[in-house]
């Protein structure tokens, strides 16, 4: 935030031509820092509930390094996804406490531990599923959910799915995660009272399409309820999954 408008909005407040609730809700919008190559939104935690979250593909060491850094600087929480191992590798040394998960892609800075709210269960087709479920698994888990991972029960042998059900249906969000043809967000759907969020993977032979074929079946479910992220987007998942979780949370405290 820009200090003369902070200066200016905190004079109001104090000259009782602004009350504390009105201050409130202008510095969920106010501005950015602003660096030669980005724009640093320190406020999004003001306005979403959670920090800026870093999306490392396409960017150098030295960006990701000086948009962590600021991020850091303001005592929150640090994520930052999509990071190939050599990326965090240059990166390590600069970022005191980052903790990398190479199956997730992704590493975390966690300087205030946060209180687990809701529950979430991320279920996934298959082994070669595994990326895309540990970056949903991860995200939520660092957004403050209480996650659990059951892997590899596709449909391909259904009974390893019912084997865990009853943990599985206790979950405040089911996130899906499954390519080839993407049936199994609609049989979890189907048994399940918990919103199901569907990650279609690019996991599959030819007409898979590179995931296209399991993001059409997902989206074109029978089973009612049914909300499709894109192909790959584990943190998009887990993101949904995290609001849902603090909004039950915070109405079941009213």
Known sequence: ??????????????????????????????????????????????????????????????????????????????????????????????????????????????????????????????????????????????LGCDTKRYYDVGVAGIHRLLSCWEEIRLADVIVVVAGMEGALASVVAGMAEAPVIAVPTSIGYGASFGGLAALLAMLNSCAGGVTVVNIDNGFGAAYAAAVICRKLHRSAGE
């Open 1 to 142: 935030m820009e200090r003369n408008r902070l200066r200016e909005l905190l004079e109001k407040v104090a000259g009782g031509k602004l009350d504390v609730s009105q201050a409130v809700e202008r510095l969920r919008i106010l501005p950015f820092e602003e660096l030669d190559f980005a724009k640093v939104d320190h406020h999004r935690s003001l306005r979403r509930g959670f920090p800026e979250v870093i999306f490392c593909e396409g960017k150098t060491a030295e960006q990701v390094e000086k948009i962590a850094l600021k991020i850091i600087g303001q005592g929150v929480n640090l994520l930052a996804t999509r990071c190939a191992p050599e990326l965090f590798a240059a990166l390590e040394k600069k970022l005191p406490g980052a903790v990398y998960h190479r199956d997730a892609a992704l590493f975390a800075v966690e300087q205030t531990r946060a209180e687990k709210v809701g529950k979430v269960a991320v279920v996934s087709g298959g082994t070669s599923d595994r990326s895309v479920s540990e970056e949903a698994a991860c995200t939520a888990d660092y």
